[in-house]
């Protein structure tokens, strides 16, 4: 993967690599800020660990913080759905895993299927910054994004007519709520990726796109998600 050390150098220039991890999607990282776990938090050292440098695990409950860290200089990698509205302002591997994003609706709501809910009076719940939130508000034509620090937090306290969120937890939610259930077909694809800045020096980007598809085809992050009880996740091709 060619000079590792001037990858270290261009990645971590403070010599120590300033990952961070967003706590508030569980199929990627669990625990708590001082004892994180995950694929994310498992790819992070595993970065350090090819460059031969310490990690240190920044984290956040909210993927719009990550991103925030990375932009304005105060970590160094980030593990972020690609997004268009993120594009400019972060240089992405290819997804390692994908994950889907489901709407919630009450038990009693006329909605089947995602494309019943892009209609004039449709509110929908969901977490400020999100790679679903950027998603709906670049394509719906008729509903309504309500942010909030949490999507079916924003759909209880507003009375909304959905919430929007990842499906492992928004199952979960509707499991411990009766009065709700999830529009099984997914309204998107998400696609995690690893990402660090874009003025990053070409080989830095190279290592970090080569060492994911490592990863991936090794069978390193279908282990880590397996380890951290995701087994649903599916890892990208």
Same mark, same amino acid.
């Given at each position: 993967?060619?000079?590792?050390?001037?990858?270290?150098?261009?990645?971590?220039?403070?010599?120590?690599?300033?990952?961070?991890?967003?706590?508030?999607?569980?199929?990627?990282?669990?625990?708590?800020?001082?004892?994180?776990?995950?694929?994310?938090?498992?790819?992070?050292?595993?970065?350090?660990?090819?460059?031969?440098?310490?990690?240190?695990? *920044?984290? /956040?409950? &909210?993927?719009?913080?990550?991103? #925030?860290?990375?932009?304005?200089?105060?970590? %160094?990698?980030? !593990?972020? @759905?690609?997004?268009?509205?993120?594009?400019?302002? *972060?240089? /992405?591997? &290819?997804?390692?895993?994908?994950? #889907?994003?489901?709407?919630?609706?009450?038990? %009693?709501?006329? !909605?089947? @299927?995602?494309?019943?809910?892009?209609?004039?009076? *449709?509110?929908?719940?969901?977490?400020?910054?999100?790679?679903?939130?950027?998603?709906?508000?670049?394509?719906?034509?008729?509903?309504?994004?309500?942010?909030?620090?949490?999507?079916?937090?924003?759909?209880?306290?507003?009375?909304?007519?959905?919430?929007?969120?990842?499906?492992?937890?928004?199952?979960?939610?509707?499991?411990?709520?009766?009065?709700?259930?999830?529009?099984?077909?997914?309204?998107?694809?998400?696609?995690?990726?690893?990402?660090?800045?874009?003025?990053?020096?070409?080989?830095?980007?190279?290592?970090?796109?080569?060492?994911?598809?490592?990863?991936?085809?090794?069978?390193?992050?279908?282990?880590?998600?397996?380890?951290?009880?995701?087994?649903?996740?599916?890892?990208?091709?």
């Amino acid at each position: 993967m060619g000079d590792l050390s001037a990858v270290a150098t261009d990645l971590a220039p403070g010599g120590t690599l300033r990952a961070a991890v967003n706590l508030g999607n569980p199929v990627l990282a669990h625990g708590t800020p001082d004892e994180p776990g995950g694929v994310t938090v498992d790819i992070a050292r595993e970065v350090a660990a090819r460059l031969d440098v310490p990690v240190e695990l *920044v984290c /956040f409950d &909210a993927a719009r913080k990550s991103f #925030e860290a990375l932009t304005s200089g105060a970590a %160094d990698l980030c !593990f972020l @759905a690609i997004e268009p509205a993120r594009a400019a302002s *972060v240089a /992405f591997t &290819a997804p390692y895993v994908v994950i #889907e994003g489901v709407f919630v609706v009450p038990v %009693d709501s006329p !909605f089947r @299927a995602p494309a019943d809910v892009d209609r004039p009076g *449709v509110r929908i719940g969901v977490k400020q910054g999100s790679a679903y939130d950027l998603f709906l508000t670049r394509t719906l034509e008729h509903a309504t994004v309500v942010r909030g620090e949490d999507g079916v937090v924003a759909f209880e306290e507003g009375g909304l007519e959905v919430a929007a969120g990842i499906r492992q937890p928004m199952t979960a939610y509707a499991a411990a709520h009766p009065g709700t259930r999830v529009i099984d077909e997914r309204f998107m694809r998400i696609e995690q990726a690893v990402g660090t800045s874009p003025d990053r020096r070409p080989e830095t980007l190279a290592f970090l796109r080569d060492l994911v598809e490592e990863l991936k085809g090794n069978g390193f992050v279908a282990d880590a998600l397996r380890r951290a009880n995701q087994p649903d996740a599916t890892v990208a091709d």
